[in-house]
């Protein structure tokens, strides 16, 4: 297969929005990263996604829609979503709620639970698209399943090219980090942090979420112990530099590549993927990486850094 790299104007969105009308997958930029597109209703293009990306089936989708009243026609609303929807939407930020029934959807994205987890993207590409195509996206991230996610067309071309059908090149993601997702079916419940802090939300509902615990069973994307892995073994929290690593900085050290100088848990987590592959393609022996603060923007980092250094499936 030839992937296409479609420009994000009117032919773009138009050519994509064909390609997804029959089935097809097309990559496209998120506020977060850029997610792998099929139609949410159709089962082929839905197994397709799985395949291009080895994905596991038991692992679930996020569906991206364009607006709160489209997300009602899927999943039982509340007023603890209607108001984070208020807040946050359109933003890094899923919600993960029980699912109507009869809705359409392929049960391939809900890996047969019984929730939906879905959000209103923030990214100017992505709503041009929503549009031009008139239906639900499932769309997880464009990247082979456990690697490092992309914020660039370029990384998606790396590792999809020949899998996918298109590759809509919006430039870079700003966030640089997955959706925050909340679970909503309940307690309200952090499923995975992300691109939008924990405390802006505790602080929005007036309580502070439950968490989910490794171990558990898997409810929402992005919860499998081994996953945004890079092709080299990665050491955390390092204050030193051993033989044959190369250093991820963060702060004011020495280091290969830094993820901040400054030391802004926002510019950090932007570079944190982008990074991952420039180590990568350095041809990093063992990647250390500097300690991140955990608060803020940096309890993401750290989750998608433990998972990075957990022992490969």
Known sequence: M???NLLADQAG?????TILHDGGLVAFPTETVYGLGGDARNDMSVARIFEAKGRPRFNPLIVHVDSVETAQLYVEWSDTAD??????????????????PNTGLSALVTADLPTL??????????????????GPVAAPSANPSGKISPTKASHVERGLSGRI?????????????????????????????GGLPTEAIEAAL?????????????????????????????????TDLRDNEMLLGFGQVEATMNLSPSGDLVEAASNLFHHLHMMDSLGAEVIAISPIPDHGLGRAINDRLLRAAAPRP
């Open 165 to 193: 059908d298109a590759i809509l090149d919006g430039g870079d993601c700003g966030v640089g980090l997955e959706s925050t997702i909340v679970g909503l079916d309940g307690q309200p419940t952090l499923l995975r942090p």
């Open 83 to 100: 108001r984070l929807a208020s807040i946050f939407w359109p933003g890094p930020l899923t919600l993960v709620l029980p699912l109507k």
């Open 2 to 4: 030839e992937t296409e």
């Open 117 to 134: 987890a879905v959000r209103v993207p923030e990214h100017p590409v992505a709503n041009a698209l929503l549009a031009e195509f008139g």
């Open 13 to 17: 969105y138009a050519r994509a929005s």
């Open 206 to 238: 007036g309580t502070t979420l439950d968490v989910f615990k490794s171990g558990d069973p898997l409810s929402a994307p992005g919860q499998m112990t081994s996953h945004y892995a890079p092709g080299a073994p990665v050491r955390l929290n390092a």
